[in-house]
T-cell receptor, first 116, second 113 residues
């Protein structure tokens, strides 16, 4: 089955540590995204990548880093510079939109990061 | 910044009743989408309506779009307990070269059996 796999599902981190969240897709999608969701809130865009070896900052990129070395993979590193990293992280992907610009996202199941 | 804002933030109804959620946005859009999220899970795409469409149906879902008021509504008819979830609207801005979607804060729907 095609889909997006995020790992780990739960992650605990001590303050000052960097952690990397994995996101892998087998949908052959070009674009991939990372969103952050806080309790009872909507989604905020951290980083996105439209093509391999290229990525752009979203609305809340500070304290995060990404790489896109392969089409299938878009890992997110939460660095020690992120002051409030406890959150639910969602990875998504999409195929290029039609000329009218439709862009439907397929999401992974999410990774919940807790800073101890 | 949040492009879309849902209203109400929370909604509790009895099974069989209809549920209506509203979404307002600020800038011109290319399309508007609704997603569903079960607790602790990823989002699932429900329906997309383009800026030149006014109404769209999919099963028990009905979506309307009023671009003059910059608003959309999602109607779930004959609700079921399994419809309990959070519902988010998402917009793709017309001038967004990155093709990104911006999500609202969501409506938490509880359907009581």
């Amino acid at each position: 089955d095609g889909g997006i796999t995020q790992s780990p599902k739960y992650l605990f981190r001590k303050e000052g540590q960097n952690v990397t969240l994995s996101c892998e897709q087998n949908l052959n999608h070009d674009a991939m995204y990372w969103y952050r969701q806080d309790p009872g809130q909507g989604l905020r865009l951290i980083y996105y990548s439209q093509i391999v070896n290229d990525f752009q900052k979203g609305d809340i990129a500070e304290g995060y880093s990404v790489s896109r070395e392969k089409k299938e993979s878009f890992p997110l590193t939460v660095t020690s510079a992120q002051k409030n990293p406890t959150a639910f992280y969602l990875c998504a992907s999409s195929s290029p939109g039609s000329p009218s610009g439709a862009n439907v996202l397929t999401f992974g199941a999410g990774s919940r990061l807790t800073v101890l | 910044s949040q492009q879309g804002e849902e209203d109400p933030q929370a909604l509790s109804i009895q099974e069989g009743e209809n549920a209506t959620m509203n979404c307002s946005y600020k800038t011109s859009i290319n399309n508007l989408q609704w997603y569903r999220q079960n607790s602790g899970r990823g989002l699932v795409h429900l329906i997309l309506i383009r800026s030149n469409e006014r109404e769209k149906h999919s099963g028990r879902l009905r979506v309307t779009l009023d671009t003059s008021k910059k608003s959309s509504s999602l109607l779930i008819t004959a609700s079921r307990a399994a419809d309990t979830a959070s519902y988010f609207c998402a917009t793709r801005r017309n001038n967004n070269a990155g093709n990104m979607l911006t999500f609202g804060g969501g409506t938490r729907l509880m359907v009581k059996p």
